[in-house]
């Protein structure tokens, strides 16, 4: 990969990041209200992630688009007997998600607004997707 491909993502990077913080969904606050069922901004933004990505998911079936190096995307069908790991591993990152009241994505974005004890919770993940890495090939899938 060339350097200035690494730029064009960094730069995507931090576009998003600004975007998050913008629409205050790296807020711990707006984080705390959504799971006290106290506002609706954050299940607004989700809702309409999930509308964008339904459309998105259309129209890559309909019109068999490809990826940056003219790959046909092929997206397969969801394995029904996987429900219970969906769940566990859901129910996992959720209750990571309102302990620290932050997602990955928005981990980041929170470093870069200047909360450096966000360092913290990136390691950890960084951390234990390493050990998952390590322990895959023994775990049942």
């Given at each position: 990969?060339?350097?200035?491909?690494?730029?064009?993502?960094?730069?995507?990077?931090?576009?998003?990041?600004?975007?998050?913080?913008?629409?205050?969904?790296?807020?711990?606050?707006?984080?705390?209200?959504?799971?006290?069922?106290?506002?609706?901004?954050?299940?607004?933004?989700?809702?309409?992630?999930?509308?964008?990505?339904?459309?998105?998911?259309?129209?890559?079936?309909?019109?068999?688009?490809?990826?940056?190096?003219?790959?046909?995307?092929?997206?397969?069908?969801?394995?029904?007997?996987?429900?219970?790991?969906?769940?566990?591993?859901?129910?996992?990152?959720?209750?990571?998600?309102?302990?620290?009241?932050?997602?990955?994505?928005?981990?980041?974005?929170?470093?870069?607004?200047?909360l450096t004890v966000m360092?913290?919770?990136?390691?950890?993940?960084?951390?234990?997707?390493?050990?998952?890495?390590?322990?895959r090939p023994?775990?049942?899938?």
């Amino acid at each position: 990969m060339k350097l200035t491909e690494y730029l064009k993502y960094l730069s995507i990077g931090i576009g998003f990041g600004f975007v998050l913080v913008k629409s205050e969904v790296v807020s711990w606050f707006r984080i705390q209200e959504m799971f006290r069922f106290d506002s609706i901004h954050m299940y607004g933004i989700i809702g309409l992630a999930v509308i964008v990505g339904m459309i998105s998911v259309q129209l890559i079936k309909r019109y068999n688009m490809t990826d940056v190096n003219g790959n046909l995307i092929s997206i397969p069908a969801k394995d029904s007997s996987q429900v219970t790991r969906y769940m566990v591993g859901g129910s996992i990152f959720g209750l990571g998600w309102a302990l620290l009241g932050a997602c990955p994505g928005p981990m980041f974005a929170l470093l870069g607004s200047g909360l450096t004890v966000m360092i913290v919770p990136i390691a950890a993940a960084l951390l234990g997707t390493y050990v998952y890495g390590v322990l895959r090939p023994k775990l049942p899938h």
